[in-house]
């Protein structure tokens, strides 16, 4: 080739090279999805051409060398930054898998916040529930939470919570039976007695309030001291003052919640233990 031929084909080769240098470039930084092997295949091909060539200016023979070394440095850079990738600890990589990480701790939080909280009753509520007894409770009551039977429950520790038992429902009185309104009067021909008054429909028995049993009224003792040697808290706790407590704070909440469960169970409030009373209403049919 004429030194005019070996010109120009190292104007085009510095050409390639640098647009092969910035695809490797955009790969890298995740613009382009693959590695330019055809590009780097023509480069090659083109070195490898100049190679066989003869050199007779000392001008042209200084471009091709620099030329070659800087190739020689970019193809150790490329294939250092190629391991890097597929070892994992390439510096972009970890960058971009931590910013994901913060992103998916954001949302998630984000979520947490918006998702409603269960319905809780409010201290009004207890309030109206406890004006037939004015006696300050000795024990820490938690605001009760009212939701249905498919709510995952408190978690429980060690036994069964303290549930209430359900009113047993009063029969409706209905209408008296045949003869019940005294004897028939036969209506003969010019018969003027009066018709007897009826009688009074009998009143409806008052629903009977739910007692503790004893043994679940140990049972939460038991927990509710051990959640408190879990929080750090004074263990001297009398089994006198949450059977009192129970049993002051069911019959109220039954009869202001009628026809739900209620139960108490030991929770872990604020780091405290506390009795929650719970109300469960039915499920709508």
């Not at 949302?107 to 269960?118: S, Y």
């Not at 004893?214 to 706790?237: I, K, N, P, Y």
């Not at 409030?269 to 009795?275: H, S």
């Amino acid at each position: 080739m004429t030194p005019a031929e070996i010109q120009k084909e190292l104007d085009e080769l510095e050409s390639r090279l640098e647009r092969l240098r910035i695809k490797y470039d955009q790969y890298f930084i995740g613009i382009e999805k693959m590695l330019p092997f055809v590009q780097r295949k023509d480069v090659d091909r083109r070195f490898a051409q100049l190679h066989k060539e003869q050199f007779r200016n000392g001008g042209l023979r200084f471009r091709f060398q620099t030329m070659v070394q800087r190739f020689t440095t970019y193809q150790t850079y490329w294939g250092r930054i190629i391991r890097q990738i597929e070892e994992g600890t390439y510096k972009r990589d970890l960058i971009r898998a931590q910013r994901l990480g913060r992103t998916l701790q954001q949302r998630a939080a984000a979520t947490d916040e918006a998702a409603p909280d269960p319905m809780e009753l409010t201290d009004d509520d207890l309030a109206d529930a406890a004006a037939d007894d004015p006696t300050p409770a000795p024990m820490p009551v938690a605001q009760p939470v009212a939701r249905r039977r498919d709510v995952e429950a408190f978690p429980d520790l060690g036994a069964s919570p303290l549930r209430a038992p359900t009113p047993a429902p009063v029969p409706a009185a209905g209408r008296p039976a045949f003869g019940a309104l005294g004897p028939t009067v036969p209506r003969g021909a010019g018969s003027l007695a009066p018709r007897p008054a009826p009688a009074a429909r009998p009143a409806p028995a008052p629903a009977p309030k739910p007692a503790a049993d004893d043994a679940q009224l140990r049972a939460l003792h038991q927990r509710f001291v051990e959640a408190r040697r879990m929080t750090g808290e004074s263990t001297d706790v009398q089994y006198e003052s949450v059977a009192r407590q129970a049993r002051e704070t069911l019959p109220r909440l039954v009869e202001k919640y009628q026809g739900a469960e209620v139960r108490l169970d030991v929770s872990i409030k604020d780091g405290k233990a506390v009795l929650k009373p719970i109300v469960t209403m039915p499920k709508k049919t």
